[in-house]
T-cell receptor, first 112, second 113 residues
Framework: QKEVEQNSGPLSVPEGAIASLNCTYSDRGSQSFFWYRQYSGKSPELIMFIYSNGDKEDGRFTAQLNKASQYVSLLIRDSQPSDSATYLCAVTPAGSASKIIFGSGTRLSIRP | DAGVTQSPTHLIKTRGQQVTLRCSPKSGHDTVSWYQQALGQGPQFIFQYYEEEERQRGNFPDRFSGHQFPNYSSELNVNALLLGDSALYLC????????????FGQGTRLTVV
């Protein structure tokens, strides 16, 4: 079992709709949870982080964390063509201050 | 405020050679982590440096080594390059402590031929 699992996609969403990206993790003691966006050929860019159960909203982005289910998700409202990228889910495992474990990413495509 | 900077941006090396990649962390950050990202995969943790010492290490052979300088900048060295070492090498900086976010540099694209 991979430590962080994501559906590789591609996930195709019409412009203006809500894109929903999902991620599960295996280490129940994981402490911090991140979503990075990566455009082709570029480095990952941090877009959201969440530490506590529940929802966290920032502009068009909402991160949701359910530690009991070991599940984290990212919602993107009013999707734009510029949101087309690979979204990487990442977690900090138990006992590690800054080491980050990444999933393989989900490719998101916003169609006009 | 400068972000994380890496050099060089691209590099081509021959099998068996050695390479050194460099990273300057974001201002105020004291921890540097290195990642290897193969095409189509997520970044894989190589190691992390804090207070000039390797604090954590991922599942990478001893051919991969590093260093952190007093100004928090860091180097990644890879010896005896293999074709499979071709990847995007990413440096991430953060502030030591729990629940801290890591920010990535633009990466170094290494091609081994």
């Amino acid at each position: 079992q991979k430590e962080v699992e994501q559906n590789s996609g591609p996930l195709s969403v019409p412009e203006g709709a809500i894109a929903s990206l999902n991620c599960t993790y295996s280490d129940r003691g994981s402490q911090s949870f991140f979503w990075y966006r990566q455009y082709s050929g570029k480095s990952p860019e941090l877009i959201m982080f969440i530490y506590s159960n529940g929802d966290k909203e920032d502009g068009r982005f909402t991160a949701q964390l359910n530690k009991a289910s070991q599940y984290v998700s990212l919602l993107i409202r009013d999707s734009q063509p510029s949101d087309s990228a690979t979204y990487l889910c990442a977690v900090t495992p138990a006992g590690s201050a800054s080491k980050i474990i990444f999933g393989s990413g989900t490719r998101l495509s916003i169609r006009p | 405020d400068a972000g994380v900077t890496q050099s060089p941006t691209h590099l081509i090396k021959t099998r068996g050679q050695q390479v050194t990649l460099r990273c300057s962390p974001k201002s105020g950050h004291d921890t540097v982590s290195w990642y290897q990202q193969a095409l189509g995969q997520g970044p894989q943790f190589i190691f992390q440096y804090y207070e000039e010492e390797e604090r954590q290490r991922g599942n990478f052979p001893d051919r991969f080594s590093g260093h952190q300088f007093p100004n928090y900048s860091s180097e990644l060295n890879v010896n005896a390059l293999l074709l499979g070492d071709s990847a995007l090498y990413l440096c991430a900086s953060s502030l030591a402590g729990a629940n801290t976010e890591a920010f990535f540099g633009q990466g170094t694209r290494l091609t081994v031929v």
